[in-house]
């Protein structure tokens, strides 16, 4: 069975540019969250799709947003890119989202300059 | 919301010794515990995750410890091997898919 595959997996982007990431789950999956991994501050929780509904959101800024197709894919977006932005974006896939495990993606890594 | 604390911060062991990892969590709703390891550039892996309603699980070298009571859980290495270093990260979840991270430990096994 194919992992959680993510696209681009690099990419570098200019201040004020905007960006859109995409991710595929692992087939039959039906939940896809987002994180993001930078040194300072580790893995954080950006949002959670199932059925094409947004679950649950981390705490951060309106910039950041997604959404899910009915086929599972799901993409994020970033708008107005800061220099903050530059970190690994992880993509991650699970059954349903009631608390079962979490495969994560290879990540999309963005720099912005 | 969920606050999880992972320490140590990094670890270094010598070959055939065993390395704990300890993380405590603050919600007391939090019921799923995983563990991934993540090497350099690669992406995070689960190596092992217990549920709220067990206190320990093992899985060949690789053990969970859970303490409700305490709110704090432990990843135990034995026998560790060179390919074991990497970081490592714990987690919490308290439903659905968001998941709480520790901040991670940078674990080197010295051959």
């Known amino acids: 069975k194919a992992g959680v595959t993510q696209t681009p997996r690099y990419l570098i982007k200019t201040r004020g540019q905007q960006v859109t990431l995409s991710c595929s789950p692992i087939s039959g999956h039906r939940s896809v969250s987002w994180y993001q991994q930078t040194p300072g501050q580790g893995l954080q929780f950006l949002f959670e799709?199932?059925?094409?509904?947004?679950?649950n959101k981390g705490n951060f800024p309106g910039r950041f947003s997604g959404r899910q197709f009915s086929n599972s894919r799901s993409e994020m977006n970033v708008s107005t890119l800061e220099l903050g932005d530059s970190a690994l974006y992880l993509c991650?896939?699970?059954?349903?989202?009631?608390?079962?495990?979490?495969?994560f993606g290879e990540g999309s890594w963005l720099t912005v300059v | 919301g969920e606050n999880v604390e992972q320490h140590p911060s990094t670890l270094s062991v010598q070959e055939g010794d065993s390395a704990v990892i300890k993380c405590t969590y603050s919600d007391s709703a939090s019921n799923y515990f995983p563990w991934y390891k993540q090497e350099l550039g690669k992406r995070p892996q689960l190596i092992i995750d217990i549920r709220s309603n067990v206190g320990e699980k093992k899985d060949q070298r690789i053990a969970v410890t859970l303490n409700k009571t305490a709110k704090h859980f432990s990843l135990h290495i034995t026998e560790t091997q060179p390919e074991d270093s990497a970081v490592y990260f714990c987690a919490a979840s308290i439903f659905g898919n968001q998941f709480y991270f520790g901040t991670g430990t940078s674990l080197t096994v010295i051959p």
């Open positions: 799709y199932f059925s094409e509904t947004q679950r």
């Open positions: 991650a896939s699970s059954l349903d989202g009631s608390g079962n495990t979490i495969y």
